[in-house]
């Protein structure tokens, strides 16, 4: 799983996968990345993206977090927290991260 998102590693985790493995995509470098096709083509590697999920998945998790039965601190540490009304500038910041690995709106 890659899940770094820094610019080389979607080519160091194609390395560094055994014969016939798979490589999951799950975050994204905000940049250009190089990858050389034919070194993972020749051991048969396959790449899967994903991205996202499914609504039901967030209810999960909402009903999980609110009930108590997930401790978000530990994720949240250091998190930026914004206003609502400065999402849009926020969205706009992330084109090009720079520090930030989460970020979470209050109402």
Not at 9 to 34: C, H, M, P, Y
Not at 52 to 73: E, H, T, Y
Not at 74 to 79: D, I, Q
Not at 92 to 99: A, K, Y
Request: hydrophobic share 45%.
């Amino acid at each position: 799983y890659e899940c770094a998102s820094a610019k080389d590693t979607l080519e160091q985790s194609l390395n560094v996968v055994k014969r016939d493995g798979q490589v999951v995509v799950v975050a994204i470098a905000w940049e250009f990345t190089s990858v050389l096709p034919a070194n993972w083509m020749a051991m048969e590697v396959s790449l899967k993206a994903s991205f996202g999920a499914r609504p039901i998945d967030w209810r999960i998790a909402l009903s999980l977090i609110s009930s108590g039965k997930v401790d978000i601190d530990p994720m949240v540490s250091g998190t930026s927290f914004i206003r609502l009304e400065d999402i849009q500038r926020t969205f706009e910041s992330l084109v090009h991260p720079q520090s930030q690995v989460q970020v979470v709106v209050e109402p």
